[in-house]
């Protein structure tokens, strides 16, 4: 599902909005904003959304809801020298044959970061529309280069971070995050990691086993989106290949009247359906294939191996600004599985 | 996509298929059958698949291809006793509430492990397409509790494995993984693991970023719909959280006269579109939820906190058997890719 | 989308059907059944239906809700003469390209009409959906080879059709089309013809004006899956292309509170959405192209001309038939508008 | 399938486009432009087309191409009136319980007809898509108000039409047609018409028998989705219900080594897939709703019954229009049918 698709899918239902929607949204594309953190790119950009359709005195109207989000402060001839010497691990190469050699290369094109944008935007609708359901999510960095925050006990501890220039529980451990951020960026490199985020509030039964209504599936689609994202686990994760079955069963009980699970292993789904418990998963997010290191690489034009290095501003971490982007992909996710 | 939605697109193209194709989707379910080991469960099943429409003269031919596979030893009665007593973890409340109540709790209905001896057939039907563009897939069980097989150096080895009784690379380690298996079916109690698979031959530049169509998102929502599967990660997976763009950077080479990578931590896909390299990732498959230990359950008729005990004959691991079920499902997706 | 894609996501909410589903579906079957009237094929057909998975204690589960109707009284061998030598207006020739030559050609194939009769059990089963919310769907034939039912004033005029040997509002117009297909059949040939349905209850809304979400598309898509449908037209339909405005027209009034049109020139639709009023369609289907009579053909061998004469028994006219079809068909197509 | 999403997928294999596309795209956009006829509204509207992305250097890159069409010239206060008191047979009060009263009222919204030039825009493209694979659409206009153009023989007679201010085959009954819409517009009324139109080129074998692949669903799909097409035909369409199979047959031949039909009278479809002919169908559009009349209403917001006028500039004739409308939907069906 495209994007445009998805917003006049889930825009259907929305004549019912009151509020500042317009503000909602600019609100989420400030949080995933560079230029604010010396761990982050220099690059400023403005992140002004302008709609263009779907929007009437302050309501959608179920019409398609068209967002624009100019570029402003781009600096396209640092890509230049990059046109034909793909960046190892970047999208560079495969989208050079993808598109048969007319790639639009400058600042990455369709597999630039700046494509999380209106990724942001999407999810700031759709998190309007599940905050009429009584549904919210939640995120926070949960390691850094091998640094890992603290466990999260309950998922409502998250509903504080949204606000926290740098989302983690321990600051402590931020502080260290932080450093390995900071060192990378010194020595020219980048360091990977990994953000764990919950979607609370889904009621039990949503989803089904099968192919693409199976819910981890449909969170993955969105989530893989996502550039830099290689992996995805639920509950427990990968851990649940250590465990056995009387670590990893959550136990019923009837907490008031309500059928509930004491723990969640599971992360909220069992058999491709939510078992009402919050939906709580980790991604793993790459290191920044953009380092300025040397790298090795090949010219397109003549299969000559060159070396080059990549001039232009990059994040030594993605971590940090993907943190809403990884609650806007979920909020996409959630509303297809309500099937909204 | 539903396997039946899928079968019709995938078998569109078949006309040319010649050999025996329903030996071939017998030979996959044969590997996937139970009672071959100590290790899996006691069920007989006699697995043979029985074909309804679609194929004449020992082809395909284009019209939806329906393949039954009819239950025989199945006890019904073992699962009378949980029909309101939820187990933990495993599909059965979530289920009963997706269907209001009528769900069909005999052998786990919807959610029996059974349902992976379709999706079997229907991979066997896609690996005879791959082979005709020269595309293969291959697996090995990669952990079970911890004990992990020895690393992947090229997917070629794979091949060796498909005949064998436990398909790992160390088959020491093989013997470790089986005590644990026995150990833990020993104490009534299951163990979790992981399976690591390769599709090799896709060409470069195949897949796009965006959503539902983003390489990484369509495995996905093939192999979270094999039940069990909670974790799925591309080339390193959860490890590039715990590395430097330095290391987790894939340099290109020209060998050959072919643009590749000297490494493949990104598993074969870059920006959501392959790269030419070998597709690899890991799954993560829980721990079987259903142990034969008591276990804490609310009957959903009276909301009453009850002790239950899961009769019946289950794997206490599903990742043996699971093999060529990740197989059949890298197998679809890899269709998918490809727009078959 | 596939019949089986529709049912699974059809019987999602099933859940609560209560009575008995498949006598409901048997009816419906025996409404198309063959060799109950002079003017119909002499081919015998039980049409029992089988359900092999989906239903569980007469009630739906959620699960796909598999259904099979074999086979009986086949004579295959009345085809092999024709395997190479395709019927005109038939889809053999189109078949047999698209299957690149491997198309079961017994019966038809994939193009037989046998193939309405699962169309019909889908059907059933989104009628008795339907029927939960006080939707219905009625039709008559409207037109046999230029023999035309008079002017249908109410669709509750339908209701009563749904029984009746040869569903017309004026049976005097009806021995009239019956003795024109009895005189085409005399002479080896066929006759075309024409049926109005009416889908009642819908409430207004629905829809949208784009490709895939437009009501008049969805419909469409049902309806030309039916063999020999080869138009279809909206309220006055055709008969628009001869008015004016203020003719075609459809003023508003408020009858007891309830904002509705005083007639329903559009059908039921405007700008793709439903308007509260029974969306109201009419189908033309061909004449049957398996006539008796000889045809030239070319036999695919060889590319030699040669003429065709074919055997088998079929019906000189398929608008009796097809009414219980068309009704499915619009079933289908109004639980996807729904989005059920 | 929406718009966006149908370019996404269209356009992926469009790398190798050369020439100036956007050039094409005004020249389409020019077609359907009005004011330049007095049959046509009085409105001016600049349709410049601005690409946003997806173009590189004269080519499409694969990544979505976002165009857009700026209002210039619109009355929206002309429309103020009608806000609350929809005009009979527009997608007005549809619309308005469809957004929950939430929908933008000026200039028609989401139902204007100015939504007709992305779709002629989107057309252009896939245009130079087909034209790559030697295969073209003409249309004209086959009727207005009973008066007929006079029967098309070979699609090629419509190729030179594709310039003419007024594109029938026969000019004096042009001339009669123009008349009636003047005398339609001289009264404050209206007038329906039907336009024909040929894919030419497709070859045999695409599409299927099965509901979203069957050809002759998936035109009308994006041929319903054209504002005031009520009615859409394949081949003789309607008067194949007042033919006999003799007449409707269309029986083959070997001209030149190729297997064609002697005629078409099936419009190039059988089964639902494609038989090498040219596809030919006709659509039937109802006469303008916007008409200066005074009629009958009903305000949505007290239910009492009103007389309204409709102010504004509209066509009293959309027929002429949409030739390049159709001919826009026709080819990205046709595009769709190809699997690009």
New interface residues.
């Given amino acids: 599902?495209?994007?445009?698709?998805?917003l006049?899918q889930v825009l259907?239902p929305l004549?019912?909005l009151t509020g500042d929607e317009q503000a909602a949204v600019q609100r989420e594309l400030d949080r995933r904003a560079p230029g604010k953190d010396p761990t982050a790119t220099a690059r400023r950009e403005a992140d002004a959304v302008h709609v263009?359709s779907g929007l009437?005195?302050g309501?959608?109207?179920?019409?398609?809801l068209a967002m624009?989000i100019q570029n402003g402060d781009q600096h396209s001839s640092d890509y230049d020298a990059l046109r034909y010497t793909?960046r190892?691990?970047?999208?560079?190469?495969?989208?050079f044959?993808?598109?048969?050699?007319?790639?639009?290369h400058r600042g990455g094109?369709?597999?630039s970061g700046r494509?999380t944008a209106p990724l942001v935007a999407a999810g700031a609708v759709a998190k309007q529309v599940l905050a009429q359901r009584d549904i919210w999510v939640g995120a926070h960095i949960s390691?850094?280069?091998?640094i890992l925050d603290r466990v999260l006990d309950e998922p409502e501890e998250l509903k504080a971070l949204a606000d926290k220039p740098f989302p983690v529980l321990d600051d402590g451990k931020g502080e260290e995050m932080r450093q390995a951020i900071l060192d990378?960026k010194a020595e020219g490199?980048?360091?990977?990691?990994?953000i764990e985020c919950a979607v609370v509030g889904l009621?039990?039964?949503?989803?089904?086993?099968?192919?693409?209504?199976?819910v981890?599936?449909?969170f993955?689609?969105?989530?893989?989106?996502v550039?830099a994202?290689?992996?995805?686990?639920?509950?427990?994760?990968?851990g649940?290949?250590?465990?056995?079955?009387?670590?990893?069963?959550?136990?019923?009980?009837?907490r008031d009247?309500k059928?509930r699970?004491?723990t969640n292993?599971?992360?909220g789904?069992?058999?491709?359906?939510?078992?009402?418990m919050p939906v709580v998963f980790e991604v793993?997010?790459?290191?920044?294939?953009?380092?300025s290191?040397p790298?090795?690489?090949?010219d397109?034009r003549t299969?000559?191996?060159v070396e080059i290095e990549i001039k232009g501003r990059h994040d030594p971490c993605v971590v940090l600004r993907a943190v809403p982007v990884i609650e806007a992909a979920a909020a996409?996710a959630a509303c297809e599985v309500l099937?909204i």
Same sequence: chains 1, 2, 3, 4.
Avoid: W
């Fill in positions: 599902m495209t994007r445009q698709e998805f006049e259907s004549g019912r263009l009437f005195e309501k959608t109207t179920g019409a398609p624009v793909p190892p691990s970047h999208g560079d190469y495969a989208g044959i993808a598109s048969q050699g007319c790639q639009d094109g369709h597999f494509l390691g850094i280069y091998g990378a490199d980048s360091v990977g990691g990994s009621s039990a039964g949503l989803g089904a086993p099968d192919f693409g209504c199976n981890e599936g449909i993955s689609q969105y989530l893989f989106a550039p994202v290689k992996a995805v686990g639920f509950g427990d994760g990968v649940l290949s250590y465990m056995r079955g009387t670590e990893a069963n959550d136990p019923f009980e009837n009247g059928v699970t004491k292993h599971a992360g789904v069992n058999g491709g359906i939510t078992n009402g793993t997010l790459r290191p920044t294939p953009s380092i290191l790298q090795e690489s090949v397109l299969g000559e191996e996409l099937g």
